[in-house]
């Protein structure tokens, strides 16, 4: 089933109901179990400016009903004093998606970027995650409402427990996340989710609380398909997130790679992140450079054959691969 989307008047966004979209034929592609629609986003004209072209941007249903845009921006690593700008110009590109977390220190700047667009918050959808140095309930409360209060907004679209941290606090996430239920139950967070939770912590998850996570963000590229967690996620309509979608970069020289941007015309990023979305994976790849962030959002004029998606996976090297944390024994805690 195919559901495609015609825009109405006036901003389209990932944040909104599905009642803010036109006329829908459903699609539910067979190597998912959740929805993704088709989603074409307009902005509206800037002072002074010329409006963007239509972009056709998938859409995944979460198993709320709520919309999260498949593509977004993310903000890991870009310094506060040049994120405000940065957010602007991805919404001013298209983008209906911010990814950013306490722990980048710009939640602030995210904010302001939004407010600065003229995009209407509720046309972008907003994700951020709790601080690891906040997992006990009433540390988790107040570290919230300060999430809320440095966005500048009464809620957010997705609200995701950073790390799991089972070494730490006795090993008890299950607490953070029934907080974070609380969250959703007052509605100032439309969705919740986890991050870098292995199977065995989403297991806890399901045996002990009421609500299944909205999405799993982990590390996911060619050289670590993180396929333990990213097939638990398809087995359970759990979503997942791919963080560090090009493995910083790493994945850009690739032989096997360069070969398929040269057949379809891309760049090898594009031919990444295009891999990502035909596998269902939800990006948001992070640059401070304009002609970047617009190369990373052209990306839905073309389609990999299913030889090339194959060919991509078959350059995971398993846990050699993987370039941040285990999730298993991760335990920083910031200053």
């Not at 602007?88 to 939004?114: F, P, S, W």
């Not at 995009?119 to 951020?128: A, L, M, N, P, Q």
């Not at 959002?297 to 078959?314: G, H, K, P, Q, Y």
Request: hydrophobic content about 35%.
């Amino acid at each position: 089933m195919r559901r495609i989307e015609v825009p109405g008047r006036g901003d389209q966004g990932g944040g909104g109901s599905a009642e803010a979209f036109g006329d829908t034929v459903d699609y539910a592609p067979d190597a998912l179990h959740y929805h993704v629609r088709i989603i074409s986003f307009g902005l509206k004209r800037r002072r002074g400016g010329h409006p963007s072209c239509m972009t056709q941007v998938p859409n995944v249903t979460l198993r709320n009903g709520k919309q999260i845009p498949q593509l977004g921006f993310g903000v890991f690593q870009i310094d506060p004093e040049e994120t405000a700008k940065s957010v602007e110009t991805a919404l001013e590109i298209g983008y209906r998606h911010i990814d950013t977390a306490q722990m980048y220190g710009n939640e602030k700047q995210v904010g302001e970027g939004i407010r600065n667009s003229g995009i209407d918050r509720e046309s972008v959808f907003v994700t951020s995650k709790l601080n690891n140095g906040f997992h006990k309930p009433d540390d988790a409360r107040k570290a919230f409402d300060q999430t809320l209060s440095d966005l500048g907004t009464d809620h957010v679209d997705l609200f995701l427990i950073h790390w799991p941290l089972p070494t730490r606090y006795d090993g008890d996430f299950v607490s953070t996340w029934k907080t974070l239920e609380e969250f959703a139950a007052d509605g100032r967070a439309r969705s919740i989710g986890v991050s870098n939770f292995q199977p065995a912590h989403l297991d806890r998850l399901a045996e002990e609380t009421e609500t299944v996570p909205a999405v799993n963000q982990i590390e996911v590229h060619p050289y670590f398909v993180n396929n333990e967690a990213w097939s638990y996620g398809r087995e359970h309509a759990i979503p997942t997130e791919a963080w560090s979608p090009i493995a910083q970069g790493n994945v850009l020289d690739d032989p096997e790679l360069k070969r398929i941007a040269d057949a379809t015309g891309k760049s090898t990023a594009q031919v990444v992140l295009r891999w990502h979305i035909q596998r269902g994976n939800i990006i948001f790849p992070k640059s401070v450079t304009q002609e970047r962030v617009k190369e990373n959002f052209d990306i839905f004029d073309f389609e990999l054959s299913s030889a090339d998606v194959d060919a991509i996976t078959a350059l995971d090297k398993g846990e050699e691969g993987r370039n941040g944390p285990n999730p298993d024994t991760f335990d920083m805690i910031p200053d």
